[in-house]
């Protein structure tokens, strides 16, 4: 059978933070784009590439029936096991900050069974402000039980987006950015939708939403921010995914939805 929620959070906090500390450590000795992927935006850091690794390497020893995503190297060569167990794993989140050294940039690591993702971590990789939740057992950083915003009015909302690769898609999201933003308070862009997620559980920003999310981008924040009591969701009643994904509290989550899908934030490219 599956580990316990708990198990695999303490499991996922150890590799979070060895993770984040390689990562600290190779920026301190100097970092440069090791590659491109998808546009010439999209880049990889050599320290993208080895702190997925190690992850990798941490987990076949500790968890090796356990399948594996992670974003650098895609699927693990493991299957899911008997256990059902699968690490979703975004090595370093928010490349483009770590590689200007913003310290807005983080390893996020969940654990999924059976398809639902049942722990997860965030840690930031600068400031070591490290966000934690498992499903039922709420949201934490640093040992403090977080809630989200109580805020009610969209109107007064500070909203956090983020922008795809694509140019063509960027262009989509920049006009939809145009067409909210005389309808809120201001909008962030962060740079690291892991992150993102977890200050919005923690109501440093209101809401969050983003189109063209991968799984390593979100599934560590979406459990952080669902267990601060936020509404993650996509477009008309579907699951956050690719499309959308919405992170409000619940008293914003309407509002900002049916702007959204009047300004057609999950089409374009
Ligand atoms: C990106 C960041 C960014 C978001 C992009 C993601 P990466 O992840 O989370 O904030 O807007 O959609 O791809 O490439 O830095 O791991």
């Not at 076949?60 to 699927?75: I, N, S």
């Not at 971590?121 to 109580?150: F, H, K, M, Q, Y």
């Not at 939809?176 to 740079?191: M, N, T």
């Not at 477009?235 to 956050?240: M, N, T």
Request: proline share 4%; net charge negative.
């Amino acid at each position: 059978g599956a580990p316990s929620s708990g198990e695999l959070l303490e499991i996922a906090v150890g590799l979070a933070r060895e993770a984040a500390a390689t990562a600290y450590r190779m920026r301190a000795e100097g970092v440069s784009v090791a590659a491109t992927k998808s546009t010439v935006t999209d880049v990889v850091t050599a320290a993208d590439r080895a702190v997925e690794m190690q992850v990798l390497d941490a987990l076949r020893r500790l968890r090796p029936a356990d399948a594996v995503l992670g974003e650098e190297y895609g699927a693990g060569d493991t299957e899911v096991g008997a256990g059902g167990v699968r690490w979703i794993l975004d090595p370093i989140d928010g490349t483009v900050n770590y590689l200007y050294g913003l310290p807005h940039c983080a390893v996020s690591l969940a654990a999924e069974v059976d398809g639902e993702v049942v722990a997860g971590v965030v840690r930031n990789v600068i400031t070591g402000e490290e966000w934690t939740a498992t499903a039922g057992g709420g949201a934490w950083r640093d040992g403090e039980r977080l809630r989200c915003s109580t805020e009610t009015d969209l109107g007064q909302a500070l909203v956090a987006t983020g922008f795809g690769y694509d140019p063509k898609r960027r262009a989509h999201q920049a006009r939809v950015v145009a067409e909210l933003i005389p309808h809120v308070r201001d909008i962030r862009r962060l740079g690291a939708a892991a992150l993102d997620l977890c200050l919005a559980a923690e109501g440093r920003v209101d809401v969050y939403y983003e189109k063209g999310l991968a799984a390593w981008d979100q599934a560590a924040g979406a459990l952080v921010a669902t267990e601060a009591g936020m509404l993650v969701a996509g477009l008309g009643g579907r699951p956050a995914g690719p499309d959308l994904v919405i992170a409000a509290p619940p008293a914003l989550f309407a509002p900002l939805h049916d702007r959204l899908a009047d300004l057609d934030a999950s089409g374009g490219p």
